[in-house]
Protein backbone atom coordinates (compact mmCIF):
# COMPACT_ATOMS: atom_id res chain seq x y z
CA UNK A 1 0.00 0.00 0.00
CA UNK A 2 1.49 3.35 -1.40
CA UNK A 3 -0.80 5.49 0.27
CA UNK A 4 -0.05 8.22 3.04
CA UNK A 5 -0.62 8.59 6.47
CA UNK A 6 -2.41 11.42 5.99
CA UNK A 7 -4.54 9.80 3.25
CA UNK A 8 -5.98 6.98 5.58
CA UNK A 9 -8.88 8.62 7.30
CA UNK A 10 -10.34 9.49 4.11
CA UNK A 11 -9.75 5.96 2.81
CA UNK A 12 -11.02 4.39 6.00
CA UNK A 13 -14.13 6.64 6.00
CA UNK A 14 -15.39 5.13 2.73
CA UNK A 15 -16.49 2.06 4.92
CA UNK A 16 -19.93 2.30 7.07
CA UNK A 17 -18.66 3.45 10.69
CA UNK A 18 -20.38 -0.36 12.05
CA UNK A 19 -17.85 -1.98 9.84
CA UNK A 20 -14.79 -0.20 11.16
CA UNK A 21 -15.81 -0.40 14.55
CA UNK A 22 -15.95 -3.98 14.34
CA UNK A 23 -13.04 -4.23 13.19
CA UNK A 24 -11.07 -1.82 15.74
CA UNK A 25 -12.57 -3.94 18.35
CA UNK A 26 -11.78 -7.41 16.94
CA UNK A 27 -7.82 -6.08 16.51
CA UNK A 28 -7.94 -4.52 20.15
CA UNK A 29 -8.60 -8.08 21.69
CA UNK A 30 -5.22 -8.19 23.92
CA UNK A 31 -4.57 -4.77 23.52
CA UNK A 32 -4.31 -2.04 25.96
CA UNK A 33 -6.08 1.30 25.02
CA UNK A 34 -4.83 4.18 26.71
CA UNK A 35 -6.73 7.11 25.48
CA UNK A 36 -4.37 10.07 25.27
CA UNK A 37 -7.49 12.66 24.09
CA UNK A 38 -10.67 11.27 24.73
CA UNK A 39 -13.25 10.68 22.36
CA UNK A 40 -15.33 13.50 21.72
CA UNK A 41 -17.84 14.53 19.48
CA UNK A 42 -18.72 18.40 18.68
CA UNK A 43 -18.25 20.91 16.12
CA UNK A 44 -15.46 22.47 13.93
CA UNK A 45 -14.89 25.61 12.39
CA UNK A 46 -14.59 25.93 8.75
CA UNK A 47 -12.37 28.71 7.94
CA UNK A 48 -11.62 29.72 4.48
CA UNK A 49 -9.46 32.42 2.82
CA UNK A 50 -11.77 34.08 0.07
CA UNK A 51 -11.16 34.61 -3.05
CA UNK A 52 -11.44 38.09 -3.65
CA UNK A 53 -8.55 39.87 -1.16
CA UNK A 54 -7.33 36.22 0.49
CA UNK A 55 -9.10 37.15 3.39
CA UNK A 56 -9.60 34.47 6.23
CA UNK A 57 -13.15 34.38 7.40
CA UNK A 58 -15.41 31.66 8.40
CA UNK A 59 -17.95 29.72 6.22
CA UNK A 60 -19.97 27.84 8.75
CA UNK A 61 -19.15 25.27 11.22
CA UNK A 62 -19.02 21.18 10.80
CA UNK A 63 -19.50 17.98 12.65
CA UNK A 64 -15.78 16.77 14.30
CA UNK A 65 -15.19 13.58 16.44
CA UNK A 66 -11.68 13.41 17.78
CA UNK A 67 -9.61 11.20 19.65
CA UNK A 68 -6.28 10.22 20.19
CA UNK A 69 -5.02 6.97 21.72
CA UNK A 70 -1.83 4.55 22.80
CA UNK A 71 -1.57 0.60 22.33
CA UNK A 72 0.04 -1.73 24.11
CA UNK A 73 0.75 -4.87 23.52
CA UNK A 74 1.82 -7.67 25.80
CA UNK A 75 5.13 -7.79 24.18
CA UNK A 76 5.71 -4.18 25.16
CA UNK A 77 5.29 -2.75 21.61
CA UNK A 78 3.57 0.35 21.38
CA UNK A 79 1.72 2.56 19.22
CA UNK A 80 0.20 6.38 19.05
CA UNK A 81 -2.62 6.60 16.57
CA UNK A 82 -5.00 9.86 16.04
CA UNK A 83 -8.62 10.62 14.31
CA UNK A 84 -10.14 13.76 13.38
CA UNK A 85 -13.56 12.83 11.41
CA UNK A 86 -15.80 14.75 10.11
CA UNK A 87 -19.12 12.88 11.81
CA UNK A 88 -20.89 13.39 14.92
CA UNK A 89 -19.49 10.08 16.37
CA UNK A 90 -16.85 9.76 19.02
CA UNK A 91 -17.06 6.03 18.78
CA UNK A 92 -15.43 6.02 15.31
CA UNK A 93 -13.32 8.70 16.03
CA UNK A 94 -11.63 6.36 18.89
CA UNK A 95 -12.02 3.12 15.77
CA UNK A 96 -10.01 5.23 13.41
CA UNK A 97 -7.15 6.51 16.03
CA UNK A 98 -6.75 2.68 16.58
CA UNK A 99 -6.95 1.61 12.92
CA UNK A 100 -4.48 4.41 12.42
CA UNK A 101 -2.07 3.36 15.21
CA UNK A 102 -2.00 -0.35 14.50
CA UNK A 103 -1.54 0.72 11.04
CA UNK A 104 1.46 2.94 11.58
CA UNK A 105 3.14 0.53 13.80
CA UNK A 106 2.59 -2.53 12.13
CA UNK A 107 0.85 -4.19 14.90
CA UNK A 108 -0.60 -7.78 14.77
CA UNK A 109 -3.58 -7.31 12.27
CA UNK A 110 -2.50 -3.82 10.17
CA UNK A 111 -3.02 -6.21 7.01
CA UNK A 112 -6.88 -6.09 7.79
CA UNK A 113 -6.62 -2.58 8.00
CA UNK A 114 -4.41 -1.75 5.34
CA UNK A 115 -6.54 -4.03 2.91
CA UNK A 116 -9.80 -1.59 5.01
CA UNK A 117 -7.78 1.59 3.48
CA UNK A 118 -6.90 0.32 -0.52
CA UNK A 119 -10.70 -0.82 -0.49
CA UNK A 120 -11.75 2.50 0.57
CA UNK A 121 -8.95 4.32 -1.33
CA UNK A 122 -10.91 2.49 -4.30
CA UNK A 123 -14.33 3.62 -3.59
CA UNK A 124 -13.34 7.09 -3.10
CA UNK A 125 -11.31 7.17 -6.78
CA UNK A 126 -14.50 5.50 -7.99
CA UNK A 127 -16.51 8.54 -6.92
CA UNK A 128 -13.74 11.50 -8.22
CA UNK A 129 -14.39 9.24 -11.40
CA UNK A 130 -17.65 9.89 -11.26
CA UNK A 131 -17.40 13.73 -10.39
CA UNK A 132 -14.52 14.12 -13.29
CA UNK A 133 -17.09 12.56 -15.76
CA UNK A 134 -19.93 14.86 -14.66
CA UNK A 135 -17.10 17.35 -15.58
CA UNK A 136 -15.74 15.33 -18.75
CA UNK A 137 -19.35 14.75 -20.25
CA UNK A 138 -20.01 19.30 -19.46
CA UNK A 139 -17.05 20.61 -21.10
CA UNK A 140 -18.25 23.55 -23.42
CA UNK A 141 -16.48 25.24 -25.94
CA UNK A 142 -18.55 28.88 -26.37
CA UNK A 143 -18.09 30.26 -29.72
CA UNK A 144 -19.40 34.03 -30.68
CA UNK A 145 -21.82 33.97 -32.87
CA UNK A 146 -20.47 34.20 -36.52
CA UNK A 147 -16.89 33.06 -35.66
CA UNK A 148 -17.59 29.58 -36.78
CA UNK A 149 -17.74 28.34 -40.06
CA UNK A 150 -21.31 26.63 -39.32
CA UNK A 151 -22.99 28.03 -36.65
CA UNK A 152 -25.38 26.46 -35.23
CA UNK A 153 -23.67 23.20 -35.55
CA UNK A 154 -22.80 21.47 -32.13
CA UNK A 155 -19.38 20.64 -31.67
CA UNK B 1 -43.31 45.96 24.07
CA UNK B 2 -45.28 45.06 26.77
CA UNK B 3 -45.81 40.79 27.41
CA UNK B 4 -48.22 38.97 29.61
CA UNK B 5 -47.46 35.78 31.32
CA UNK B 6 -50.13 33.45 29.95
CA UNK B 7 -51.12 29.93 31.38
CA UNK B 8 -53.21 27.32 29.89
CA UNK B 9 -53.62 25.52 26.72
CA UNK B 10 -51.09 22.88 27.83
CA UNK B 11 -53.88 20.48 25.76
CA UNK B 12 -54.09 22.44 22.67
CA UNK B 13 -50.80 23.20 22.39
CA UNK B 14 -49.79 19.01 22.49
CA UNK B 15 -52.80 18.85 20.35
CA UNK B 16 -51.47 21.16 17.83
CA UNK B 17 -48.59 18.99 17.81
CA UNK B 18 -50.32 15.97 17.40
CA UNK B 19 -52.73 17.54 14.26
CA UNK B 20 -48.73 19.00 12.91
CA UNK B 21 -48.14 14.70 13.01
CA UNK B 22 -51.43 13.62 11.73
CA UNK B 23 -50.72 15.58 8.39
CA UNK B 24 -47.16 14.16 7.66
CA UNK B 25 -48.70 10.98 8.48
CA UNK B 26 -51.85 10.93 6.86
CA UNK B 27 -50.59 9.71 3.36
CA UNK B 28 -49.87 6.46 5.53
CA UNK B 29 -53.84 5.91 5.66
CA UNK B 30 -54.05 5.33 1.76
CA UNK B 31 -52.87 1.84 2.38
CA UNK B 32 -49.55 0.40 1.16
CA UNK B 33 -48.34 3.10 -0.73
CA UNK B 34 -47.48 6.20 1.64
CA UNK B 35 -44.70 4.93 3.72
CA UNK B 36 -42.12 7.42 5.26
CA UNK B 37 -39.97 9.93 3.92
CA UNK B 38 -36.52 8.34 4.05
CA UNK B 39 -33.37 10.45 4.86
CA UNK B 40 -31.75 9.36 2.24
CA UNK B 41 -34.21 10.14 -0.22
CA UNK B 42 -34.49 13.61 0.61
CA UNK B 43 -30.80 13.74 0.84
CA UNK B 44 -30.16 12.61 -3.23
CA UNK B 45 -33.86 13.92 -4.41
CA UNK B 46 -34.43 17.08 -2.49
CA UNK B 47 -30.63 17.72 -2.72
CA UNK B 48 -30.95 21.70 -3.17
CA UNK B 49 -33.53 22.04 -0.40
CA UNK B 50 -31.11 20.18 2.00
CA UNK B 51 -28.07 22.40 0.46
CA UNK B 52 -30.01 25.43 1.63
CA UNK B 53 -30.73 24.11 4.79
CA UNK B 54 -27.19 23.95 5.32
CA UNK B 55 -26.15 26.73 4.43
CA UNK B 56 -28.99 28.76 6.27
CA UNK B 57 -28.04 26.84 9.37
CA UNK B 58 -24.44 27.50 9.24
CA UNK B 59 -23.60 23.51 10.11
CA UNK B 60 -22.61 21.49 7.24
CA UNK B 61 -24.65 18.34 8.40
CA UNK B 62 -26.56 17.08 5.84
CA UNK B 63 -28.12 13.99 7.50
CA UNK B 64 -29.45 16.35 10.06
CA UNK B 65 -30.60 18.91 7.63
CA UNK B 66 -32.32 16.57 5.67
CA UNK B 67 -34.30 15.26 9.27
CA UNK B 68 -35.12 19.11 9.91
CA UNK B 69 -36.78 19.08 6.54
CA UNK B 70 -38.31 16.08 7.09
CA UNK B 71 -39.63 17.18 10.65
CA UNK B 72 -40.47 20.53 9.75
CA UNK B 73 -42.47 19.17 6.39
CA UNK B 74 -40.35 20.68 4.05
CA UNK B 75 -40.26 24.68 5.52
CA UNK B 76 -36.70 25.76 5.25
CA UNK B 77 -36.62 28.07 7.78
CA UNK B 78 -38.08 26.14 10.66
CA UNK B 79 -35.39 23.10 9.48
CA UNK B 80 -32.62 25.92 9.49
CA UNK B 81 -33.80 27.01 13.13
CA UNK B 82 -33.64 23.17 14.31
CA UNK B 83 -30.30 22.55 12.60
CA UNK B 84 -28.61 26.12 14.46
CA UNK B 85 -30.57 24.76 18.20
CA UNK B 86 -28.56 21.26 17.42
CA UNK B 87 -25.56 23.17 16.80
CA UNK B 88 -26.00 25.16 20.06
CA UNK B 89 -25.45 21.91 22.10
CA UNK B 90 -22.47 20.49 20.58
CA UNK B 91 -19.03 21.96 21.84
CA UNK B 92 -16.41 23.75 19.49
CA UNK B 93 -13.74 21.37 19.42
CA UNK B 94 -11.42 23.47 16.68
CA UNK B 95 -11.16 25.51 13.54
CA UNK B 96 -9.21 24.21 10.35
CA UNK B 97 -6.56 26.66 8.93
CA UNK B 98 -7.69 29.12 6.50
CA UNK B 99 -8.39 26.53 3.59
CA UNK B 100 -7.75 27.45 -0.02
CA UNK B 101 -10.65 27.09 -2.17
CA UNK B 102 -8.52 26.37 -5.41
CA UNK B 103 -8.68 22.62 -3.92
CA UNK B 104 -12.22 22.06 -3.89
CA UNK B 105 -12.62 19.28 -6.32
CA UNK B 106 -15.26 20.74 -9.00
CA UNK B 107 -18.17 18.99 -10.53
CA UNK B 108 -18.66 22.70 -12.37
CA UNK B 109 -17.01 25.48 -13.11
CA UNK B 110 -18.09 28.30 -15.58
CA UNK B 111 -17.08 32.03 -16.26
CA UNK B 112 -19.40 34.89 -18.10
CA UNK B 113 -16.06 36.93 -18.23
CA UNK B 114 -14.00 34.49 -20.74
CA UNK B 115 -14.93 31.84 -23.10
CA UNK B 116 -12.25 30.28 -22.24
CA UNK B 117 -10.25 29.65 -19.29
CA UNK B 118 -7.63 28.17 -18.05
CA UNK B 119 -8.74 24.60 -17.49
CA UNK B 120 -11.89 24.62 -19.60
CA UNK B 121 -15.69 25.49 -18.62
CA UNK B 122 -17.58 22.80 -17.35
CA UNK B 123 -21.55 23.03 -16.66
CA UNK B 124 -22.03 20.20 -14.74
CA UNK B 125 -24.94 19.45 -12.96
CA UNK B 126 -27.92 22.63 -14.10
CA UNK B 127 -30.66 23.39 -15.06
CA UNK B 128 -29.78 27.23 -16.60
CA UNK B 129 -30.05 25.71 -20.16
CA UNK B 130 -33.35 23.79 -19.19
CA UNK B 131 -36.22 24.45 -20.50
CA UNK B 132 -38.66 25.60 -17.50
CA UNK B 133 -41.70 23.21 -18.29
CA UNK B 134 -43.51 20.49 -16.64
CA UNK B 135 -41.82 16.89 -16.97
CA UNK B 136 -45.40 15.63 -16.32
CA UNK B 137 -43.71 11.73 -16.86
CA UNK B 138 -42.44 12.29 -13.81
CA UNK B 139 -45.57 12.03 -12.16
CA UNK B 140 -45.73 8.40 -12.43
CA UNK B 141 -42.24 7.13 -13.10
CA UNK B 142 -41.48 3.74 -12.31
CA UNK B 143 -39.11 2.92 -9.80
CA UNK B 144 -37.81 0.81 -12.76
CA UNK B 145 -36.83 3.70 -14.84
CA UNK B 146 -35.63 5.62 -11.78
CA UNK B 147 -33.01 3.06 -11.44
CA UNK B 148 -32.38 2.55 -14.93
CA UNK B 149 -31.98 6.52 -15.17
CA UNK B 150 -29.50 6.42 -13.40
CA UNK B 151 -27.30 3.32 -14.44
CA UNK B 152 -27.42 4.46 -18.18
CA UNK B 153 -25.59 7.75 -17.30
CA UNK B 154 -22.84 5.92 -15.55
CA UNK B 155 -22.62 3.28 -18.38
CA UNK B 156 -22.96 6.13 -20.88
CA UNK B 157 -20.26 8.69 -19.01
CA UNK B 158 -16.93 9.21 -20.79
CA UNK B 159 -13.69 7.79 -19.03
CA UNK B 160 -12.16 11.19 -18.21
CA UNK B 161 -8.35 11.90 -17.25
CA UNK B 162 -8.50 16.03 -15.73
CA UNK B 163 -6.23 17.81 -12.87
CA UNK B 164 -8.01 17.49 -9.55
CA UNK B 165 -7.50 21.09 -9.13
CA UNK B 166 -8.11 24.25 -11.25
CA UNK B 167 -6.46 27.61 -11.67
CA UNK B 168 -8.50 30.48 -10.38
CA UNK B 169 -9.79 32.98 -13.24
CA UNK B 170 -9.41 36.20 -10.48
CA UNK B 171 -5.29 34.95 -9.99
CA UNK B 172 -5.02 35.51 -13.47
CA UNK B 173 -6.24 38.75 -13.66
CA UNK B 174 -4.23 39.97 -10.54
CA UNK B 175 -1.31 38.55 -12.43
CA UNK B 176 -2.05 41.19 -15.33
CA UNK B 177 -2.16 44.09 -12.64
CA UNK B 178 -6.30 44.31 -13.23
CA UNK B 179 -7.04 43.77 -9.97
CA UNK B 180 -6.27 45.70 -6.76
CA UNK B 181 -3.60 44.15 -4.42
CA UNK B 182 -4.23 41.50 -1.99
CA UNK B 183 -4.77 43.19 1.56
CA UNK B 184 -4.71 39.69 3.81
CA UNK B 185 -2.43 39.40 6.35
CA UNK B 186 -0.90 36.21 8.14
CA UNK B 187 -2.24 35.38 11.37
CA UNK B 188 -5.27 37.42 11.04
CA UNK B 189 -7.91 36.32 12.95
CA UNK B 190 -11.63 36.52 11.53
CA UNK B 191 -14.34 37.53 13.40
CA UNK B 192 -16.71 34.78 14.78
CA UNK B 193 -20.24 36.13 14.05
CA UNK B 194 -21.76 32.87 16.65
CA UNK B 195 -19.81 34.37 19.72
CA UNK B 196 -19.74 38.01 19.38
CA UNK B 197 -22.59 40.31 18.29
CA UNK B 198 -22.24 42.69 15.27
CA UNK B 199 -20.95 46.05 16.42
CA UNK B 200 -21.11 48.20 13.54
CA UNK B 201 -18.72 49.11 11.58
CA UNK B 202 -18.07 45.86 11.49
CA UNK B 203 -14.67 43.68 9.63
CA UNK B 204 -15.23 42.25 6.20
CA UNK B 205 -14.93 38.48 7.90
CA UNK B 206 -17.59 39.22 9.88
CA UNK B 207 -19.86 40.30 6.44
CA UNK B 208 -18.73 37.66 4.79
CA UNK B 209 -19.75 35.16 7.80
CA UNK B 210 -22.77 36.73 8.12
CA UNK B 211 -23.95 36.63 4.33
CA UNK B 212 -22.29 32.85 4.01
CA UNK B 213 -25.09 31.68 6.25
CA UNK B 214 -27.90 34.22 5.39
CA UNK B 215 -31.10 33.15 4.46
CA UNK B 216 -31.53 32.87 0.24
CA UNK B 217 -34.41 35.21 -0.65
CA UNK B 218 -33.42 38.17 1.85
CA UNK B 219 -29.48 38.20 -0.11
CA UNK B 220 -30.97 37.97 -2.79
CA UNK B 221 -33.84 40.43 -2.66
CA UNK B 222 -31.39 42.96 -1.54
CA UNK B 223 -28.78 42.04 -4.35
CA UNK B 224 -31.57 42.51 -6.51
CA UNK B 225 -32.35 45.76 -5.63
CA UNK B 226 -28.68 46.72 -6.57
CA UNK B 227 -28.94 44.77 -10.20
CA UNK B 228 -31.90 46.87 -10.87
CA UNK B 229 -30.71 50.40 -10.01
CA UNK B 230 -30.60 50.92 -6.37
CA UNK B 231 -26.80 50.67 -6.71
CA UNK B 232 -24.17 50.20 -9.73
CA UNK B 233 -22.22 47.10 -9.05
CA UNK B 234 -22.64 45.88 -12.69
CA UNK B 235 -21.30 41.89 -12.17
CA UNK B 236 -19.69 39.99 -14.31
CA UNK B 237 -19.37 36.51 -12.88
CA UNK B 238 -15.14 35.83 -13.40
CA UNK B 239 -15.84 32.31 -11.94
CA UNK B 240 -18.86 30.50 -10.50
CA UNK B 241 -17.64 27.12 -9.15
CA UNK B 242 -19.31 24.05 -7.34
CA UNK B 243 -17.54 21.29 -5.98
CA UNK B 244 -16.11 19.32 -2.63
CA UNK B 245 -13.71 20.92 -0.67
CA UNK B 246 -11.72 18.74 1.74
CA UNK B 247 -11.49 19.83 5.16
CA UNK B 248 -8.03 19.50 6.78
CA UNK B 249 -6.95 20.10 10.22
CA UNK B 250 -3.95 19.16 11.73
CA UNK B 251 -3.32 15.24 12.41
CA UNK B 252 -3.01 14.88 16.06
CA UNK B 253 0.15 12.45 16.42
CA UNK B 254 1.94 13.85 13.31
CA UNK B 255 0.69 17.45 12.72
CA UNK B 256 0.68 17.07 9.23
CA UNK B 257 -2.13 18.39 7.63
CA UNK B 258 -5.45 15.45 7.70
CA UNK B 259 -8.26 15.44 5.60
CA UNK B 260 -11.14 15.00 7.99
CA UNK B 261 -14.01 14.88 5.43
CA UNK B 262 -15.23 17.15 2.80
CA UNK B 263 -18.23 19.97 2.14
CA UNK B 264 -19.94 20.35 -0.90
CA UNK B 265 -19.63 24.18 -1.40
CA UNK B 266 -20.63 27.02 -3.96
CA UNK B 267 -17.83 29.81 -4.71
CA UNK B 268 -18.67 33.22 -6.92
CA UNK B 269 -15.82 35.89 -7.76
CA UNK B 270 -17.44 38.83 -9.38
CA UNK B 271 -15.60 41.69 -11.03
CA UNK B 272 -17.28 44.94 -11.04
CA UNK B 273 -16.76 48.21 -12.44
CA UNK B 274 -13.37 50.13 -12.78
CA UNK B 275 -11.87 52.56 -10.34
CA UNK B 276 -10.03 55.35 -11.17
CA UNK B 277 -6.30 55.64 -9.87
CA UNK B 278 -4.95 55.91 -6.36
CA UNK B 279 -2.45 57.93 -5.60
CA UNK B 280 0.65 56.22 -7.31
CA UNK B 281 -1.40 53.56 -8.91
CA UNK B 282 -3.07 52.47 -11.85
CA UNK B 283 -7.04 52.03 -11.94
CA UNK B 284 -8.10 48.43 -11.44
CA UNK B 285 -11.73 46.74 -10.98
CA UNK B 286 -13.19 45.92 -8.08
CA UNK B 287 -14.00 42.71 -7.05
CA UNK B 288 -16.35 40.57 -4.78
CA UNK B 289 -16.62 37.32 -3.37
CA UNK B 290 -19.68 34.96 -2.12
CA UNK B 291 -19.38 31.57 -1.47
CA UNK B 292 -22.09 29.37 0.92
CA UNK B 293 -22.03 25.35 1.93
CA UNK B 294 -24.02 23.25 -0.62
CA UNK B 295 -24.78 24.00 -4.00
CA UNK B 296 -26.54 27.08 -4.00
CA UNK B 297 -25.56 29.77 -7.10
CA UNK B 298 -27.83 32.28 -6.42
CA UNK B 299 -27.02 32.51 -2.97
CA UNK B 300 -23.12 32.80 -4.03
CA UNK B 301 -23.89 35.51 -6.86
CA UNK B 302 -26.48 38.02 -4.57
CA UNK B 303 -23.23 37.54 -2.01
CA UNK B 304 -20.93 38.32 -3.73
CA UNK B 305 -22.34 41.58 -5.49
CA UNK B 306 -23.49 42.37 -1.83
CA UNK B 307 -19.97 41.85 -0.88
CA UNK B 308 -18.92 44.52 -3.36
CA UNK B 309 -21.42 46.81 -3.00
CA UNK B 310 -20.73 47.00 0.88
CA UNK B 311 -16.64 47.79 0.18
CA UNK B 312 -18.24 50.89 -1.26
CA UNK B 313 -20.57 51.30 1.49
CA UNK B 314 -17.74 51.65 3.71
CA UNK B 315 -15.03 53.61 1.76
CA UNK B 316 -17.64 56.09 0.43
CA UNK B 317 -20.89 56.15 2.45
CA UNK B 318 -23.68 54.34 2.02
CA UNK B 319 -25.51 55.81 -1.48
CA UNK B 320 -28.58 53.34 -1.16
CA UNK B 321 -29.63 50.16 0.83
CA UNK B 322 -27.32 47.44 -0.35
CA UNK B 323 -24.30 49.35 0.45
CA UNK B 324 -25.50 50.02 3.97
CA UNK B 325 -24.07 47.20 6.71
CA UNK B 326 -26.22 48.13 8.97
CA UNK B 327 -29.13 47.35 6.84
CA UNK B 328 -27.81 44.36 5.14
CA UNK B 329 -25.91 42.60 7.61
CA UNK B 330 -28.88 42.70 10.45
CA UNK B 331 -31.31 41.41 7.88
CA UNK B 332 -30.28 38.53 6.00
CA UNK B 333 -30.42 36.21 8.82
CA UNK B 334 -33.48 33.54 7.95
CA UNK B 335 -33.81 32.97 11.51
CA UNK B 336 -33.59 35.75 12.95
CA UNK B 337 -36.21 37.37 10.46
CA UNK B 338 -38.39 34.36 10.85
CA UNK B 339 -38.51 34.51 14.41
CA UNK B 340 -39.43 38.34 14.85
CA UNK B 341 -42.27 37.85 12.18
CA UNK B 342 -43.20 34.71 14.00
CA UNK B 343 -43.49 36.50 17.28
CA UNK B 344 -46.43 38.40 16.33
CA UNK B 345 -48.81 35.57 16.62
CA UNK B 346 -47.79 35.26 20.10
CA UNK B 347 -50.10 37.09 22.35
CA UNK B 348 -50.10 40.74 22.55
CA UNK B 349 -52.65 41.57 25.03
CA UNK B 350 -51.38 43.78 27.31
CA UNK B 351 -49.32 45.81 24.23
CA UNK B 352 -53.26 45.80 22.31
CA UNK B 353 -55.32 46.59 25.22
CA UNK B 354 -52.58 49.91 26.08
CA UNK B 355 -53.60 50.69 21.90
CA UNK B 356 -57.25 50.00 22.51
CA UNK B 357 -57.04 52.20 25.27
CA UNK B 358 -54.94 55.22 23.81
CA UNK B 359 -56.70 55.21 21.19
CA UNK B 360 -60.65 55.47 22.95
CA UNK B 361 -59.09 58.25 24.82
CA UNK B 362 -57.95 59.95 21.90
CA UNK B 363 -61.28 59.25 19.84
CA UNK B 364 -62.84 60.28 23.18
CA UNK B 365 -60.58 63.71 23.50
CA UNK B 366 -61.64 64.38 19.38
CA UNK B 367 -65.21 63.89 20.24
CA UNK B 368 -65.21 66.57 23.13
CA UNK B 369 -62.98 69.36 21.18
CA UNK B 370 -65.88 68.49 17.90
Redesign the interface.
Known sequence: MNLK???W??AL?AHPAPALNALADRLTAGCEIALT?LP?????????????????????????S???VELALPDGRRA?????????DAELARSL?IL?AIL?ARLPGWEQVSAHVESGAFQRSEE?????????????????LGNTEEDGDED | MSYVAIKGGGCAIAGAAAVTEYLRTEQGLAGGAGGPLQIEAILHQLRHLVDRVVSEGGVYHPQFAALAIKQSLGDTLEAAFALRAWRSTRPRLTATPPLDTSRMRLIRRISSAFKEIPGGQMLGPTQDYALRLLRLELMDESPEAFRAMARTWLESCPEARLPDTFPKVLDALRMEGLLPPITATLGETPFDITREPLIFPVARSAALATMSRAETGSLLAIAYSNMRGYGDVHPTVAELRVGYLPVLLPHPVTGELTEAGEVLMTECEVVAMFEPAVAGGKPVFTIGYGACFGHNEVKAISMAILDRALQKGMQDGPANPSEDPEFVLLHVDGVDSMGFASHYKMPHYVTFQSDLDRLRTTQQKSGDLA
Open positions: RKNIRTSQAGLGLLTLTDGAFHEPYYLGEFPLTCREGGAQVMADAEANRRRCAMLAATRVDFAL
